[in-house]
Antibody, heavy 119, light 112 residues
Framework: EVRLVESGGGLVQPGGSLRLSCAAS????????LDWVRQAPGKGLEWVGR??????????EYAASVKGRFTISRNDSESSVYLQMNSLKTEDTAVYYC??????????WGQGTLVTVSS | DVVMAQSPLSLPVTLGQPASISCRSS???????????LNWFQQRPGQSPRRLIY???KRDSGVPDRFSGSGSGTDFTLKISRVEAEDVGVYYC?????????FGQGTKLEIK
């Protein structure tokens, strides 16, 4: 069974940093691309970024809204993907999901972790 | 970026009746490999999104056959043949032809 479990969310002040983790199981992690998607309270879904797999040289892509502030990384030996978030803004408040990406589709999602940016 | 527009944004439906959600993209979602990368997701209250449909009409395992997807190019539809109580939630279309992936605004389905 494919499983994605996010962790690391919490309350942080504007300008602060937070690192989210997504632990995967039930599939060969290194073969897949992993994405981060967020959802502000009561709002829709917004793609944050993607970490490609080893076959695609671990390329990383970001949404314009987070580029330069967020960093996606992965550790295939630990079957985990990470989202390092710096210079956080109040508008970054959201539930952050990781999702397995396969051919232009997000086929499995985690349960999400809530990040609240507030003073 | 590809803009995805859904309608309606609110969909009250009587149990057992059909429902239909439209999704339009600002450019064609047909990729050079011939596939069309249009997905549908369901998000029940308090839950994570769940993929229902990919490549326009391919239903995921475990998705009831009352859900169907259709369309081509820039114009797509999700249909529920007979709405059940468990179908309450928000439905999103998403394009997977280019990054950034973009989603429709969401359609909130409720029981009338």
């Amino acid at each position: 069974e494919v499983r994605l479990v996010e962790s690391g969310g919490g309350l942080v002040q504007p300008g602060g940093s937070l690192r989210l983790s997504c632990a995967a199981s039930g599939f060969t992690f290194s073969d897949y691309d992993l994405d981060w998607v967020r959802q502000a309270p009561g709002k829709g879904l917004e793609w944050v970024g993607r970490g490609w797999n080893k076959f695609n040289s671990y390329i990383i892509e970001y949404a314009a809204s987070v580029k330069g502030r967020f960093t996606i990384s992965r550790n295939d030996s630990e079957s985990s993907v990470y989202l390092q978030m710096n210079s956080l803004k109040t508008e970054d408040t959201a539930v952050y999901y990781c999702a397995r990406d396969h051919w232009g589709s997000l086929e499995y999602w985690g349960q999400g972790t809530l990040v609240t940016v507030s003073s | 970026d590809v803009v995805m527009a859904q309608s309606p944004l609110s969909l009250p439906v009587t149990l057992g009746q059909p429902a239909s959600i439209s999704c339009r993209s600002s450019q064609s979602l047909v990729y050079s490999d011939g596939n069309t990368y249009l997905n549908w997701f369901q998000q029940r209250p308090g839950q994570s999104p769940r993929r229902l449909i990919y490549k326009v009409s391919k239903r995921d395992s475990g998705v009831p056959d009352r859900f169907s997807g259709s369309g081509s190019g820039t114009d797509f539809t999700l249909k529920i043949s007979r709405v059940e109580a468990e179908d309450v939630g928000v439905y999103y279309c998403m394009q997977g032809i280019q990054r950034p992936y973009t989603f429709g605004q969401g359609t909130k389905l409720e029981i009338k």
